[in-house]
């Protein structure tokens, strides 16, 4: 089942800088869905065009082209007005996006209120004390009165994400969530948001540029390289067998735990860096790729290379001198079905709260 359909995202910037005027395509035909009970991670290098594709779909930018679909648990499209209670997003920085000036109990009523989903006082102290209760606030009631500034940026971060919660959210987009947080609680909102998408059977967009958690914490990973998708698939394959040279470089880029948290070293694939042209003909990482050819002037298309792993890499067609791939995108391709293994599990059994603070 499907409940978000993301086709041919395109998001293009104008820049201007004196007299020269440019654009940025910041995402180039993006595509992908999220199914309820299923977290899809976005992985990819700070510029690669995550928050962008985020931002769009939690309808803070408008496309430049392609289409979001939501979908309710019937199938049928979620009608424009009913968008923002089935698509909610959680922010990177929770002081920021929390009002030093109001109450939790405040920020809760505002979606409960602007949805509809409370009658009367009553109704509404008891849904802000459940919601609070189901991201491990407690006593609910104590956390209600508080500002911003007495809780610890664990707990603004649950606070987020109970108000994400508030409108009846199908979808969340969690962009970063735990990134501007203290290392010892990021665990403890990780577990939160998997037990969320397990109990609630909620569809996880989980936006980070840390291979390890999307790892663990998600069912596929997409991994984007300046504006496109460069390889997707189940979690544990794309991270443990990189398809695309640029995924090889991020996993060997990525902290080894047995060289105890240092990065390997990467040799060949310095970044170049800027900006590409919008039309941005051929595959995007041939100036860092050790595997670069001639044909990669051309743009690849993703290809499936193993059942349910799809790369856009020429390494995999017969054209770039690699094997015959299983399938070609069409214009309708949908991102493969999730792993065999149930992840967002709790890593190390970690508890989904905080240390009292
Ligand atoms: N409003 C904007 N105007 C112009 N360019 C933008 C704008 N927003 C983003 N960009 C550019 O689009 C590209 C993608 O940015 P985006 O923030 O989506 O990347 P990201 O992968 O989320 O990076 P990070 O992890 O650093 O947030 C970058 O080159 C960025 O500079």
């Known amino acids: 089942m499907t409940t978000l359909h993301v086709r041919d995202l395109v998001k293009d910037y104008a820049l201007r800088s004196g007299l020269r005027r440019s654009v940025l395509r910041a995402a180039d035909r993006v595509s992908f869905t999220l199914s309820p009970g299923r977290t899809v991670a976005l992985v990819g290098e700070s510029g690669s065009g995550k928050s962008t594709v985020a931002r769009m779909i939690a309808r803070l930018e408008r496309p430049t082209a392609g289409t979001i679909t939501a979908l309710d648990d019937t199938g049928r499209t979620v009608p424009g007005r009913d968008y923002r209670h089935h698509v909610q997003m959680v922010f990177q920085d929770p002081f920021a996006s929390l009002n030093p000036f109001h109450t939790v109990e405040h920020h809760l009523l505002r979606p409960l209120r602007l949805h509809g989903r409370v009658r009367d006082r009553r109704e509404a102290r008891e849904a802000v004390e459940h919601l609070l209760e189901r991201v491990n606030l407690v006593p609910a009631a104590d956390i209600a009165a508080r500002r911003p500034h007495e809780l610890s940026g664990g707990q603004r971060q649950r606070v987020a994400i109970a108000r994400a919660l508030a409108p009846g959210a199908r979808v969340v987009i969690a962009d970063e969530p735990v990134s501007m947080l203290d290392v010892s609680i990021r665990l403890g909102v990780l577990n939160l948001l998997a037990r969320l998408r397990r109990e609630e059977d909620l569809a996880l967009l989980h936006i980070t540029h840390d291979l390890a958690t999307a790892r663990h914490f998600s069912d596929d990973i997409l991994v984007m390289y300046r504006g496109r998708v460069v390889e997707r698939g189940p979690a544990d394959a794309v991270i443990l067998e990189p398809a695309h040279p640029y995924t090889r470089l991020l996993a060997a880029a990525a902290p080894d735990p047995a060289a105890r948290g240092r990065a390997r070293r990467i040799t060949g694939t310095e970044p170049t ?70 992840s967002g599990a709790d890593p190390a059994g970690a508890p989904d709260r905080d240390a009292p603070g």
């Open 273 to 342: 860096g800027g900006p590409l042209p919008p039309s941005g003909r051929g595959c995007h990482f041939r100036d860092r790729c050790p595997s670069a050819m001639e044909i990669c002037s051309r743009t690849p298309e993703p290809v499936e290379v193993t059942p349910d792993r799809w790369a856009a890499c020429w390494l995999h067609t017969a054209e770039g001198g690699g094997s015959r791939p299983l399938r070609k995108a069409g214009a309708t391709e949908k991102c493969p079905p999730a792993g065999k293994t149930p």
